[in-house]
């Protein structure tokens, strides 16, 4: 084990799109051809020295390890699997002669190329980050290879630096992956678990060499059934990790960096005995080890005595690094006090990295000064976990102002204006099991038939199209007032105009007006509903480049007025084709906002769900045929542990069915899923009670296919046949080979063909071309069908 002392205080990680989302523009800039490789990596290092100087001037010091370095240019996952080498054969190519890639290979890893598709994508636990899946097979080459981490902590280092290395660690790695195509059936990545942890051990060496002092290794893995289930392939893979000599590879004069091992999201190992896995890991010899102590429990005494006794630092996750509300210091201050009674001083630290909130508060200025009162973001979570580690050493005396600010803003809170409204409260009071369901599924499939008269196959998108530069360019302008409500309105109809008519030259059967008026799919909503909150400056990364700014959900939610109607209604009017109403479903609402924690999710998801029950009476009342309600969150937020699912599907099942059982028979309700495991969710998707679903499928190859046949799923049902989360243009071919796959295990009379997801980050070249491609092959398929299949669609 090794000497070097654990700071007092730290966080886990910060975001790291900047402040002012400088790397995604250095890299959209890069895609475009607008900068270099030199300028992206003069970019990036500008935006890791502001991370260290801020962090410096909050109060971390650059000089103990306190700060993290887990700066990333695109993802954390796909940076391990560069680290390891562990290229799929189908990018070998990309390797150079010791294995490594460059930037350029890294990229085209996550955006794939003209020949082929990028690394899968999918959710991050149960958050809205995606990463990409590392694809794992027998003969995946593994080799310690993380060159620009050890760069980087040894450039440090010559600056009188010292930071913490951040990785993924070796199990969460392999629990993450996915079999590669071709593997032996029954091949499971952790198949591979001695080949990975001989290769960190080469890393760990490597910034030993480098300087480091102590590496981070993450392993939310641990608090899922799956890492339950593991705990004896966990203890062989750290045993090894950690020996001093493993037979192999022996660390240079029997040094290596400290470890810390994180266990954010939830409780690592059972429930029984929580912190258990803790305990086995510091008997191994694992230097520090960490527990979220916000969505996970809190380890029990003896174990607590346990860790400490093999001179183990406890890591106390106290902070919560997933949502923005101000942390109550008073009892955080009472549990670190209680800790420390059993265990020596724990550390103080966020529960999870601040990847997941905004920056800072204080640049903030549109927010009203109750409401920014009650929040706080990375910036202000770093000075929480700084706060309390001081009133662990000092006692609360040395930080009664903070505390007594804190107790008087929670205080406030409470009792804030909007925050509890009757009429709110006595409306889902008074909720009954008849507002929850629609007519039998099967005379509403016959009634839709005969009112949209579709045909075999239909094509249709998910809902957002390109949002050019033309397109922000106006809506800021209007948000300035430089363009008028008139003229900006005048914009937005000449955009859908020209929207629709491209749909109609491409061939699509059911149209979408487009979004143009919307910047976000939740943050437009949000924007229109009372309740809700917006930020000027709160980005947080999706994936890559993508940023998203989450709407803070604060209070009571009410519709003041209609929200879509006359978008969908001006758009209908310019066409013969249905044009769907696009909403955004009320657990997706919740997922990708930062909502208040005051009260039960289900409570709040109702509330959402009858504000959009009345947009969508409106939409039918104004004759909209097809109305889609987006869940794209729905798996998101599935709890990580099967005994917590039940009641969460429950609630979130209901809400979608309270926002859309109010409307008749004849009205076809659809939804969108995207990057899931739709396997874990094919009964809350049936239970749903949609007409139509569509699912994002392309990069996985339609891998849900054989899940919906195996379930016995009878509804319309999308699986999505073009990848819009890259550039690349994919083939008809291509298209027709992924229908066919649809059509080998799906009726299709209930079959739709569609992209994966909006189109809105994608550029008009590609998309037109793309959308051209599907029309085409689904065109194709439908003709190659016998005579004998239905004329329409029959499966609605």
Not at 78 to 107: H, K, M, Q, W
Not at 360 to 373: F, Y
Not at 385 to 397: Q, Y
Not at 429 to 441: C, I, K, T, V, Y
Request: glycine share 10%; aromatic share 6%.
């Amino acid at each position: 084990m090794s000497t070097a002392n654990f700071p007092a205080a730290t966080i886990l990680g910060y975001p790291r799109i900047g402040p002012n989302r400088e790397l995604k523009k250095a890299l959209d800039a890069h895609w475009a051809g607008r900068l270099d490789a030199a300028g992206l990596q003069a970019a990036s290092q500008a935006l890791q020295e502001g991370t260290i100087s801020r962090l410096t001037e909050l109060g971390l010091s650059a000089t103990d390890s306190s700060i993290p370095a887990d700066f990333s240019l695109y993802d954390q996952v796909l940076d391990a699997t560069v680290a390891l080498g562990a290229l799929p054969a189908r990018f070998a190519d990309l390797a150079g002669p010791d294995g490594s890639i460059d930037t350029e290979g890294y990229f085209t890893l996550a955006r794939g190329d003209a020949e082929r598709q990028p690394l899968e994508m999918t959710k991050w636990f149960d958050t809205n980050y995606h990463y990409l899946v590392p694809e794992i097979g027998p003969e995946t080459p593994f080799a310690p290879l993380a060159h620009a981490l050890t760069s980087l902590i040894a450039g440090h280092r010559r600056a009188g630096r010292t930071l913490r290395p951040v990785l993924v660690g070796p199990f969460t790695y392999l629990l993450l992956a996915k079999a590669e195509d071709g593997a032996p059936e029954g091949f499971d990545p952790l198949d591979r678990l001695d080949d990975v942890v001989a290769a960190y051990r080469g890393i760990l060496a490597a910034l030993a060499d480098a300087g480091a002092e102590w590496i981070q290794l993450d392993e939310p893995g641990l608090v899922t059934d799956r890492g339950a289930a593991h705990t004896g392939t966990v203890e062989r893979a750290y045993r090894s990790l950690l020996a001093a000599d493993d037979g192999g590879t022996s660390y240079h004069g029997g040094h290596r960096p400290a470890v810390l091992v994180t266990t954010g999201y939830g409780t690592a190992g059972s429930r029984d005995t929580p912190g258990e896995t803790l305990a086995v890991l510091a008997e191994l010899g694992v230097d520090a080890v960490h527990a979220d102590l916000r969505r996970g429990a809190l380890p029990q005494a003896e174990t607590l005595l346990r860790i400490g006794a093999f001179g183990t630092r406890f890591v106390a996750g106290i902070v919560d690094g997933r949502n923005i509300w101000r942390n109550d210091l008073d009892a955080s201050l009472g549990t670190l006090e209680n800790l420390a009674e059993t265990t020596t001083a724990p550390s103080v630290a966020t529960t999870t990295s601040l990847f997941h909130v905004p920056h800072r508060l204080d640049v903030e200025t549109s927010l009203s000064a109750d409401l920014a009162d009650w929040l706080a973001f990375a910036d202000e979570k770093a000075t929480e976990v700084l706060t309390l580690a001081r009133g662990l050493a000092e006692g609360s005396g040395a930080i009664r102002t903070q505390l007594d600010a804190a107790t008087a803003a929670r205080a406030a809170r409470e009792h804030g204006a909007g925050v509890h409204l009757e009429a709110v409260r006595a409306r889902t009071a008074a909720l009954a099991p008849a507002d929850f369901e629609r007519g039998d599924a099967a005379a509403r499939a016959g009634d839709q038939r005969e009112r949209l008269s579709l045909p075999l196959l239909p094509t249709t998108t998910i809902g957002s199209f390109p949002q050019t530069t033309e397109v922000r360019t106006a809506r800021a302008a209007a948000r300035k007032g430089t363009l008028s409500e008139a003229d900006y309105q005048q914009f937005l109809r000449r955009e859908i105009a020209r929207v629709i008519e491209l749909q109609e030259d491409i061939g699509l059967d059911v149209l979408v007006h487009g979004e143009a008026e919307r910047n976000d799919m939740v943050q437009y909503f949000a924007e229109n509903l009372d309740g809700f909150a917006a930020t000027e400056h709160g980005w947080v990364q999706s994936y890559g480049s993508r940023c998203t700014r989450p709407s803070i959900l604060w209070g009571d939610v009410i519709r003041p007025e209609a929200i879509t109607v006359e978008w969908t209604r001006y758009a209908q009017s310019l066409t013969a084709r249905p044009v769907k109403g696009m909403l955004t479903g009320p657990v997706t609402i919740l997922a990708w906002s930062f909502v208040r924690d005051d009260q039960p999710l289900a409570e709040t998801a109702n509330q959402v769900a009858l504000a959009l029950r009345g947009e969508i009476a409106e939409l039918e009342e104004a004759g909209t045929a097809i109305i889609q309600v987006d869940e794209p969150a729905l798996r998101e937020l599935l709890p990580l542990r099967a005994t917590d699912q039940d009641a969460y599907l429950d609630w979130a099942v209901s809400a979608f069915r309270l926002a859309t059982s109010g409307v008749g028979d004849a009205t076809q309700i659809h939804t969108h899923l995207c990057y899931s495991e739709f396997g874990e969710v094919i009964s809350a998707i049936d239970g749903l009670d949609a007409d139509v679903t569509s699912l994002e499928a392309a990069r996985s190859r339609l891998e849900v296919v054989a899940d919906l046949a195996g379930f016995g799923y009878r509804r319309g049902i999308g699986p999505g046949v073009y990848d819009i989360h890259s550039p690349r243009v994919p083939t008809e071919e291509e298209i027709a080979g992924l229908i066919d796959t649809a059509l080998q295990g799906l009726d299709a009379s209930r079959l739709w063909i569609n992209p994966d997801c909006g189109l809105k980050t994608r550029g008009y070249a590609e998309t037109e071309e793309s959308l051209r491609h599907l029309v085409a092959a689904a065109r194709s398929a439908r003709s190659g069908l016998t005579a004998g299949e239905p004329a329409v669609v029959a499966g609605a």
